[in-house]
């Protein structure tokens, strides 16, 4: 999933809050699930719109609950320097985007801990409010919803702490491994590994359940099995990417002196002597000591064919502002994460203010496989 993927919604304590769009999926089944079946099926005697009512306002408590979940993970870990700027919900469940790997072993711990902490305290405040319900005489229906949502909270909990990468038990898993051998390459491994083993038990349970007549429930386990599965893996080979990144500078991989696209150089005359000439994917644009953007083949391609004659580089450039700079000793890593984030496959490379170079995704990628390459004959 893209970082800046889904719907921009709104900001709390400078985090952007989105959704992706499978969200809206889940959000769906899940208010039909409530007011089609748990609530007619448990609490009987009602009328419909009271249903679809009361399940609309536990449907939008139950993903405020993961909200709260991920921004708990989300401050703590800005706290401990990790810069989360956006969480994004989708189908399932939240994902708070961390800029890099906790910087150790104790981070970790403080980050994944307190994602169940936080459900187990939501699942007491909405025991609670069952109870304070109950009490004021709000209705059946109200104190099912309260008890419902106590439930989710402690079972999403629980949930998490299994003990298998990326949950949140695996991360505290992982956290320990770290911590008492010092390799997070390894411990990674090894939380991935039993990661990979609860998806492998959800799917057989998943089938167990299909069998037993539960068609829906079994699928939701497979797929939930799958996701984790694949998130277990792209965990690993993150922290092997971001380790082998983390080695190299930015000045190890620019392009020094990169050739230079004039701003006032006609679209259609840029593709001829500058793309299909040189064979690069983007150029900076401007002259040497005032580079003014970059342009690529996305803007080319956004460029009408008929407009491609009287409109220039600069017309169609992407200005040169502080999202497509970096600093010449900046890592690897933090290139191609800042690559992503912008949307951007190249950065301008600076020193002391200066543009000195060019650094480009697919130069990251060549000098990542040689490197993977070459430490697996070692």
């Not at 711990?109 to 187990?120: C, E, F, M, Q, R």
């Not at 699942?123 to 209705?139: D, I």
């Amino acid at each position: 999933m893209k970082a800046n993927s889904g719907i921009n919604l709104f900001r709390i304590a400078g985090i952007q809050i989105a959704i992706d769009y499978s969200w809206l999926v889940i959000f769906l089944l899940v208010l039909w699930s409530l007011a089609a079946g748990y609530f007619p099926t448990e609490y009987p005697g009602h009328r419909v719109v009271q249903y679809w009512g009361i399940s609309l306002v536990a449907t939008l408590l139950f993903f405020a609950s993961v909200l709260i979940h991920e921004l708990a993970h989300s401050l703590v870990a800005n706290r401990v320097g990790q810069n989360v700027r956006r969480i994004t919900l989708f189908i399932f469940g939240g994902m708070a985007h961390l800029s890099r790997e906790p910087s150790n072993a104790v981070a970790e711990l403080k980050i994944a801990s307190v994602g169940p902490l936080t459900s187990l305290g939501l699942g007491g405040v909405f025991w609670a409010g069952k109870v304070a319900a109950a009490g004021a005489g709000l209705g059946i229906l109200w104190v099912a919803m309260f008890k419902y949502l106590s439930f989710i909270n402690v079972a999403l909990a629980v949930f998490n702490l299994l003990p298998g990468f990326p949950l949140d038990g695996g991360r505290m898993l992982r956290g320990f491994l770290w911590y008492r051998s010092g390799n997070l390459r390894t411990a990674t491994a090894r939380a991935a590994d039993w990661g990979s083993g609860i998806a492998f038990g959800l799917m057989a349970l998943g089938v167990l359940e299909i069998f037993g007549g539960a068609l829906i429930g079994g699928l939701w386990l497979i797929f939930i099995g799958m996701f984790l599965r694949g998130a277990a893996r792209s965990s690993y080979h993150g922290v092997v990417v971001e380790q082998v990144l983390s080695t190299a500078s930015v000045r190890d991989l620019m392009v020094p002196e990169p050739t230079l696209m004039p701003a006032d150089e006609p679209v259609e005359r840029a593709i001829d002597d500058y793309f299909l000439r040189l064979g690069y994917g983007g150029f900076p644009v401007g002259r040497a000591g005032e580079i003014e953007g970059l342009i690529t083949l996305a803007q080319i391609k956004e460029c009408p064919p008929e407009e491609r004659a009287h409109r220039t580089a600069r017309d169609i450039m992407r200005p040169a502002d502080e999202s497509v700079r970096i600093r010449a000793t900046a890592s690897v890593s933090d290139a191609l994460r800042q690559m992503m984030e912008s949307d951007s496959g190249r950065l301008l490379v600076t020193d002391n203010g200066h543009i000195v170079g060019l650094i480009t995704r697919t130069g990251i990628m060549r000098f990542m496989q040689m490197k993977t390459e070459l430490e697996e004959q070692q």
